[in-house]
């Protein structure tokens, strides 16, 4: 699926993430870590980028910003080009560290501001790097510590997430905990890491549902937020290219659920799309061909690619 341009703009506020290629970790101890986040700092000094949220994992990595004057793609190049050239002269490997291009979401505030900042500072807790709330009030490499005053990094916005939750340091920080408690069971919340209508909606369900009110959105893959968020973003470009087409939206949602489950699973996308017959790989088509169809509303044909079966495959699946 060919990737759309990046959306940016100064002062539009972005839910970046960048991973390892292959899941390659991308901060090994603490002094790789310690260099990530410096490198942030000073690009965001640099370009005049705002920094509400962060959490750095082995792996992977999660910012929520608002962009500066020199954009977006200015402020990550700052970042990873320069760390990845360290990591690897360090490290002693060749090659790309992250895989293919950061992604980015822009987002709408309100009502997703407040959630984000919880979501990427749970991330932590999350993947189980800490096990409680208190640790990750320690836990050095996530922005949580800093709006706790367990922690102070000179380039974060705490003051602006801290506003969200009272006008009082004191009473925001036990506003911001309870929610950040709240939010920590509600799992792994996929609408707050895409865009489109499907996420903003918080489900193909929900957008059934809209539809048979007759309520009609804009949207767009790299967005999160409403309808007439998207068509202010999207500003003066044609009606056409306003809506992603549905089907479009439906395919990359289900990608993400695939690739979902077959990592729960302990499966491969490849077998999986290759025809593998096991057992493991038959149950979780049938699993997937009935979410897919049903849940989602997609195709026969478009499930059956996807799944590496025939359309008849898919209709059997159904039937069972």
Known sequence: MPRGARLDTPGALHHVMVRGIERTEIAVDDEDRLDFVKRIGKAAGKTGTLIYAWALMSNHAHLLLRSGSS?????????????????????????????????????????YFVKLVSYIHLNPLRVGLVTSLEELGRYTWSGHSAIMGLAEYAWQDKEHV??????????????????????????????????????????????????????????????????????????????????????????????????????????TQAALQAGCRSREYSALRAVLARKFVTEMGMSHANVARMLGISRAGVSQLLRR
């Open 71 to 111: 954009g977006l793609p200015t402020f990550m190049r700052c970042v990873l080009t320069g760390y990845s050239v360290r990591f690897n002269k360090r490290h002693h490997r060749t090659g790309h560290l992250f895989q293919n291009r950061y992604k980015s979401i822009l987002c709408e505030e309100e009502p």
């Open 162 to 267: 801290l506003q969200q939750f009272g006008r009082t340091v004191g009473s925001a920080r036990v506003k911001y905990l309870e929610f950040v408690q709240d939010q920590m069971h509600m799992g792994r919340q996929p609408e707050l890491t895409g865009g489109g209508l499907v996420r903003s909606a918080g489900g193909w369900s929900e957008v059934l549902s809209m539809r048979k009110r007759g309520d009609r959105q804009f949207s767009d893959e790299r967005i999160l937020g409403g309808g007439e968020f998207v068509e202010d973003v999207l500003g003066e470009i044609g009606a056409a290219q306003k809506e992603m087409l549905p089907m479009r939206m439906r395919i990359a949602d289900a990608e993400e659920q695939l690739k979902y489950h077959c990592d729960k699973s302990g499966l």
